[in-house]
């Protein structure tokens, strides 16, 4: 599993002229079945994603994020080994 660590880069008026195009690609990621959850950062800073997948392809994939292509925000990419979770999520362990 990946952890997305996304932090703008840019002021909030900048980001949200890409919002609707970055939530439409972040659908097309849950579409894939790469993405397992997502969210905002609060204070109201970046997001996070979840994701499941091959680095290389997740890599390729950040790089076509709008926010990304705009230049209002970078990604940082953690690999998690999960060993242990709470009963329901145990499909997240790998």
Do not use: C, N
Request: cysteine-free; hydrophobic content about 40%; charged content about 20%.
């Amino acid at each position: 599993m990946f952890i997305l660590s996304l932090t703008y880069t840019a002021p909030l008026s900048e980001v949200d002229a890409h919002i609707e195009p970055h939530l439409a690609w972040v659908a097309g990621g849950y579409d894939s079945g790469t993405f397992l959850a997502s969210g905002r950062k609060e204070p109201r800073t970046g997001g996070v994603i979840l994701a499941r997948g091959e680095r290389s392809q997740l890599e390729a994939f950040v790089a076509t994020d709008p926010f990304v292509l705009a230049d209002v925000a970078d990604y940082e990419i953690t690999q998690v080994q999960l060993s242990r979770t709470v009963p329901g999520l145990e499909g997240l362990q790998g």
